[in-house]
């Protein structure tokens, strides 16, 4: 029962949150815009709430955690998550890089539904192989990092204090994945201590494989409608 | 994934394409019943209209232009973390006499402004930023330096975080008297005549 409880609410979560539409608020980015010189509080609070609140990324986290039983391997995977996507938010930023929003959020999205259906054995069962699933996640890190760097971008960053400012957003976000993570994997486990989860653990994937689809229809019709 | 000992059972080939079909499905139902209407008001399915989603879309701000970086603050409002600044100035410009007055603002604050003169003044409403490029580096925002105008009214948002103002000069054969009232978010004056590093002017804050 506890297991259909769990599995109703992340879905209900995840499907509440399309609606908030996944951007700094309104608010938080008028105080980017005021801000002038270094504000490093505030930027770490920014990342850090970017990323809980952020469920493409907690989305594919979930993926990529989902059968990782040691803390070594869950160290591993997110240090090559947060390494591809720290690259891509410091030089999208500093560098100036526009990437398009939507093609990365769609992008984002995708990441999402490869991640689940490699968690389904896809690969290995209709392709006869899996792809490295290290180099995956290093390469997926760099697409969520663009899409980290797109949305502050979108805050007209203030040049003074710029560098100090990308430096906290992005030790807000590590911070914010941390948290996020600590739920998840905890939840995993209580979760894995009962039989159900490898009854539900193929129709958990799918349900994340949806989720993905519904973020890249998202924005790949806000893509096309914008 | 590799999973080890607890292997979850393995499915077949057919199972993970009837799965991956269920969640593309499930994702397009989602997408057209409450996503697309709710964020864009597309809405084939009359769903949206049905359940009130449409609404969402329509209150919200217009999505930003793809791949461009949006302004935030052509918004319509914009917060300040502080209270505003009140001044009022009565100068007196003899003829050939002229005078500056400018507030520092930080970028995006803004302020109201209002002069009256007794008689026509040249004039230029201009701006330095903090980090300029050289040291006579000014931006121009409004300029009568022929016939001169008598009065200016309007409301202005800093471009740049610097000092912003008037520069005045009477070019008239009597003594002009010049009154100025401002309110905004600025936290310093200054007034330029005889030395170029400027009197700071007493302003105070709003009541």
């Not at chain 1, 560098?95 to 093609?103: C, D, L, M, V, W």
């Not at chain 1, 996640?137 to 969520?144: R, S, Y």
């Not at chain 2, 991956?20 to 996503?35: C, G, K, P, W």
Request: charge should be neutral; proline fraction near 4%.
């Amino acid at each position: 029962m506890l297991k259909c409880v769990l599995l109703s609410i992340g879905f209900a979560i995840l499907l509440a949150a399309p609606a908030l539409a996944h951007n700094v608020s309104r608010r938080d980015a008028s105080f980017v815009q005021s801000t002038h010189g270094a504000a490093i509080a505030p930027f770490i609070y920014l990342g850090a709430k970017h990323m809980v609140t952020g469920y493409d990324h907690l989305a594919f986290l979930v993926g990529v955690v989902f059968f990782l039983y040691k803390l070594k391997d869950i160290v591993l995977y997110v240090s090559l998550f947060t390494v591809g996507h720290s690259i891509t938010l410091l030089a999208g930023v500093l560098g100036g890089i526009h990437a398009n929003s939507y093609i990365i959020d769609a992008i984002i999205g995708l990441s999402v539904v490869y991640k689940a259906f490699d968690n389904m054995d896809g690969f290995k069962r209709l392709f006869g192989f899996e792809p490295n699933t290290k180099i995956a996640v290093l390469i997926f890190g760099l697409f969520h990092g663009f899409g980290l760097a797109t949305k502050l971008q979108e805050l007209d960053l203030a040049r003074n204090g710029l560098i100090a400012n990308i430096l906290s957003f992005n030790f807000g976000v590590e911070i914010g994945q941390i948290l996020a993570l600590t739920a998840v994997v905890l939840l995993l486990s209580y979760w894995r201590a009962h039989a159900a989860f490898f009854r539900y653990a193929f129709a958990t994937n799918t349900a994340l494989m949806a989720t993905g689809f519904v973020l890249m229809g998202y924005q790949i019709t806000g893509y096309f409608a914008a | 994934m590799t999973a080890s000992a607890n292997v979850p059972e393995t499915r077949s080939t057919g199972a993970i394409l009837k799965a991956t079909a269920v969640a593309l499905l499930v994702a397009v139902v989602i997408l057209f019943a409450a996503v697309l209407p709710a964020e864009y008001g597309i809405d084939p399915l009359r769903t949206g209209k049905l359940l009130g989603l449409t609404g969402i879309s329509k209150a919200a701000e217009p999505a930003p232009a793809a791949g461009r970086p949006v302004p935030v603050a052509a918004g319509v409002f914009t917060a300040q973390p502080g209270t505003y600044k009140v001044d009022s100035e009565d100068l007196a410009l003899g003829p050939g006499e002229g005078v500056e007055i400018k507030y520092h603002m930080k970028k995006g604050a803004s302020m109201l402004y209002a002069w009256k003169a007794s008689g026509k003044v040249q004039f230029e409403f201009h701006g330095e930023p903090d980090q300029k490029p050289n040291k006579d580096y000014y931006e121009s925002y409004e300029l009568d330096n022929k016939l001169g105008r008598e009065n200016s009214f309007g409301s202005f948002t800093a471009p740049t975080t610097g000092i912003h103002g008037w520069f005045w000069e009477n070019k008239s054969k009597s003594e002009v008297m010049i009154h100025l009232t401002t309110a905004g978010f600025y936290d310093s004056a200054k007034m330029y005549s005889d030395s170029p590093a400027g009197e700071p002017l007493t302003i105070e804050d709003a009541k």
